[in-house]
């Protein structure tokens, strides 16, 4: 594949396998989960399973910090690997952990993931207070040190916030509009305005939850999706953030959803059907899935010009400004 191609958020069951066909399929840049609800020391021991990743299988990954990675990967045939959390568990209660946690190569931090968190309010609370005290102060650190603020799971208020906080764009790694399929996680057209008129990024997922008529949806009527919203948010602020999920067990699932928060079982959007993870549509079973994508943006009027952005170039010139600290 031609296009310098970049996937904002995959958490599979890692193994070489796996990391031979994100390679294979020409992806160069690829932001992991490394963190759900973990506290700082099991994030840790998080990072010490991908060092061994690193030297087990360096012919295919290394650990990515900066957007120069993302070039050096293309050339070299592999792929750059960049650490993010889908909440803030790790930094605690702690603030200057998020520097510790930068030094380590985190690159991404999600304010909350579903619930309300110390920072902010997630996506499927019924009141969204907003962002609070200490998430305030946990974004002026994350703008300083370089780390992005992810509100993929959160909730509308407090992204409006946080766009309007954050002296740095904002990312949504993972999600979708909100107008096209009514799952709670996707976004609705203010929020990705803001967010776009704010220089942030949308990553469309490829989970099927987040999808019209999940695992069924067309890649038709996938990329007629992204068409809407690059005239909502314009060609230069969207890219892909697949949220695939590779050879998980179902109880990673009930890992996701309930942490160490709830006894009962958390069917995320309400339904038991959710329950374990869904199949993924016949056109997106791994990354390969990718060219099926790019193919469909050309076949209904995308330029290759527009096509090369939403691949991998918006999410580079994104990393580019993001990685990099600023003074105190």
Known sequence: MSHLLIDCLQYSNWSRPIFQQIRDAGVSGLHVTICYHENFIETVRNITKWNDYFADNSDLIFHGKY?????????????????????????????????IFHQLGVRFMQLSYNNQSLLATGCYEAVDTGITRMGREVIKEMNRVGMVIDMSHSANHSTLQAIELSTRPIAITHANPHSWHEALRNKPDNVLRAL??????LGFSIYPHHLKDKSQCSVQSFCEMIARTAEIMGVTQIGFGSDLCLEQPD??????????WTKAMDYGEGSKDNAG???????????????????GLKQIGFNDDDIALIAGKNWLKFFRESFVGKES
């Not at 120069?68 to 750059?80: F, G, L, P, Q, T």
């Not at 109880?251 to 160490?260: A, F, K, L, P, T």
């Not at 199949?279 to 193919?295: D, H, M, R, V, Y």
């Open 196 to 201: 776009a008129q704010s220089g942030g990024m």
């Open 251 to 260: 109880s990673v699932v009930e890992w996701m959803r309930n942490g160490r």
């Open 277 to 295: 993870f869904p199949k993924q549509p016949e056109w997106f079973e791994n990354s390969t899935g990718f060219a099926n994508i790019l193919a």
């Open 67 to 99: 957007a120069a990675d993302i070039e050096r990967a293309k050339a070299e045939n592999r792929v750059a690997v960049f650490y993010g959390f889908q909440n803030c568990s790790p930094i605690e209660d702690d603030v200057r952990l998020v520097e």
